[in-house]
């Protein structure tokens, strides 16, 4: 019995020590890298539920009870923080189209699938590959920096990785409706050449890359990114809080993740109408 009352103690010790290092973590970060939070989010309960959502979705995922484990990509859960109901989704990023590493079938498959002519999306493909590639040659239908000044425009193709997805509204031929429409199926943190068509994925995605009709929940991987999106209604502050944070499970246990991005509700991508293909956009496309 002693030993046995021993382990429970240990076990909790350790799940304490566990928790309190998320916590650390989770605060951390914040205080280092999410200014737009502290200046956007003067409501202290919120921040708490947000923290506390997002420490509890990550001790979820790092469950060492593989049945109890969190998995990406199923359907979302309901919690109660605080005494307020709080809807979490966690997506693997794989489900998105990495901007810095796809090929360019896959930039085609996307492009098509949104509703552009063929030309029109090689015309893009081309343009987004010459913007992060290191040399100044255009591509066939591409275009480098002489292309953007014959544009009069005052910013040129970086020449190198992209470091934001909105990034791409330089682009010589994106229009605001098409990056409206790209954005929730992007990302620069999978690493992937062509993203996975989840039962979570964006519609865009779905029809690019495949359509599953039912939640395939999938067992997380150390090491790779994750959207963890976060809702909830609280009474003392404003009607709908959503926030979605981009993390990378590390599998070091001092730190256990990092955040790579955090997006208040007006910033972030996946709390549009994802059912949707690009409404108005074969009208829009016409002006490229
Ligand atoms: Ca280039």
């Given at each position: 019995m002693?030993?046995?009352s021993?382990?429970a103690?240990l076990?909790v ?5 566990i ?9 951390n970060?914040e205080r280092q890298s999410?200014?737009i939070?502290?200046q956007g989010r003067n ?8 923290e ?6 990550v001790?979820?995922m ?5 049945k109890?484990?969190?998995k990406?990509?199923g359907p ?6 605080y005494?307020?109901g709080?809807?979490i989704?966690?997506r693997s990023?794989?489900n998105?189209l990495?901007?810095?590493t796809a ?8 492009l098509?699938?949104s509703?552009?002519s ?5 015309r ?5 590959l ?9 591509r066939?239908?591409g275009a ?5 000044i ?11 990785l992209f470091?934001?997805v909105?990034?791409?509204a330089?682009?010589?031929?994106m229009?605001?409706e098409?990056?409206?429409c790209?954005l929730p199926?992007?990302t620069?943190h ?10 979570n994925s ?11 009709k039912?939640p395939?929940p999938?067992?997380?991987?150390q090491?790779?990114a ?5 809702s909830f209604?609280?009474?003392s ?5 959503k926030?979605?944070i981009?993390i990378?499970l ?5 730190k256990p ?17 994802q059912?949707q ?7 829009a496309?016409?002006?490229l």
């Amino acid at each position: 019995m002693k030993d046995q009352s021993g382990i429970a103690v240990l076990s909790v010790i350790l799940c304490i020590a566990i928790m309190a290092s998320l916590a650390a973590a989770v605060l951390n970060l914040e205080r280092q890298s999410h200014q737009i939070v502290v200046q956007g989010r003067n409501d202290l309960k919120s921040q708490s539920i947000v923290e506390a959502a997002l420490i509890q979705t990550v001790a979820g995922m790092l469950e060492r009870n593989p049945k109890l484990r969190w998995k990406a990509d199923g359907p979302p859960r309901h919690l109660d923080i605080y005494n307020v109901g709080v809807v979490i989704a966690v997506r693997s990023e794989n489900n998105r189209l990495d901007i810095n590493t796809a090929t360019k079938s896959a930039w085609l498959q996307t492009l098509k699938s949104s509703g552009l002519s063929m030309e029109l999306a090689d015309r893009l493909t081309d343009q987004i590959l010459d913007w992060k590639d290191e040399n100044q040659l255009a591509r066939l239908n591409g275009a480098e920096r002489s292309a953007y000044i014959a544009d009069d425009r005052s910013r040129f193709p970086a020449n190198r990785l992209f470091t934001h997805v909105t990034e791409l509204a330089a682009i010589l031929n994106m229009t605001p409706e098409l990056l409206t429409c790209l954005l929730p199926s992007l990302t620069l943190h999978s690493g992937k050449s062509e993203p996975k068509g989840s039962f979570n994925s964006t519609a865009l995605i779905k029809k690019a890359f495949g359509n599953p009709k039912v939640p395939t929940p999938a067992h997380v991987t150390q090491g790779q990114a994750y959207s963890v999106s976060i809702s909830f209604q609280n009474e003392s502050s404003r009607p709908n809080n959503k926030v979605e944070i981009i993390i990378r499970l590390t599998g070091d246990k001092k730190k256990p993740f990092w955040i790579h991005e955090w997006r208040e509700a007006r910033e972030s991508f996946y709390f549009g109408d994802q059912t949707q293909l690009c409404p108005g956009l074969q009208e829009a496309s016409k002006k490229l």
